[in-house]
Structure formats: structure tokens, C-alpha cells
């Protein structure tokens, strides 16, 4: 199995930078896809960043260019660099993880509140 934690999360002004970290711990981790995701109040929740096996990357329109998803070099923490946070960022965040199954069998972080004003 696979364990998911978060940190990171917390309030920032608008046009300001915030990280959020995912560690990832249990077997095969390095054999894991692995994202982000969020949701904001009374919306669906969306994939936000993706890192794929091979250290492929993709994200959602409305980040790209200033989000930046990576893992460090034992592949146990994800990282989400947030920069020119918007107020419409606001969410909360979730790390997610899966070995390219279905939806149901993914691993979900506790999820962190993130507030830009």
C-alpha cells in the first residue's frame, strides 16, 4: 500500500509563492504516477499537475506556465512550486498517487488548505 502526506499549506497574498510538499511512503513507489489535485467550495474537484514515470509532466491550463510539479531524487516527495498565486487558486489541495489502475484504487493525501488574498 501506499501512504500520502501533506504539508505545506496555508495563506499567501495574491502574486505570492507557495510549496507544498507530498511524502509518499509503502513498496513500488517508484513505479508511481502521482498529481495534484483541488477543489475549491461548490466546484468539482480538478487535476491541477501530473508527473508520469517516466518524469513526464502536464498540467491544466489555468496553472500552467506557474506551477511546477516535481519529486526529489528518492521519489518520495512530491513537491508543487506555486507562483503568481491568484485568489482563484484558492482550494484545497490533494496529492494523489496510482500505479495507472482506475480512479478507485488511487491513494489520496489528507489534503491542504491553501487561501490566496
Known amino acids: 500500500h501506499v501512504q500520502l502526506v501533506e504539508s505545506g499549506g496555508g495563506s499567501v497574498n495574491a502574486g505570492g509563492s507557495l510549496t507544498l510538499s507530498c511524502a509518499a511512503s509503502g513498496s513500488a513507489v517508484s513505479n508511481l504516477y502521482m498529481a495534484w489535485f483541488r477543489q475549491a467550495p461548490g466546484k468539482e474537484r480538478e487535476g491541477v499537475a501530473y508527473l508520469a514515470i517516466n518524469g513526464g509532466t502536464d498540467y491544466t491550463y489555468a496553472v500552467a506556465g506557474r506551477f511546477t510539479i516535481s519529486q526529489d531524487k528518492t521519489r518520495k516527495t512530491l513537491y508543487l512550486h506555486m507562483n503568481s498565486l491568484r485568489t482563484e487558486d484558492t482550494a484545497m489541495y490533494y496529492c494523489?498517487?496510482?500505479?495507472?489502475?482506475?480512479?478507485?484504487?488511487?491513494?489520496w493525501g489528507q489534503g491542504t488548505q491553501v487561501t490566496v488574498s
Open positions: 494523489e498517487a496510482d500505479f495507472g489502475v482506475q480512479c478507485s484504487s488511487w491513494y
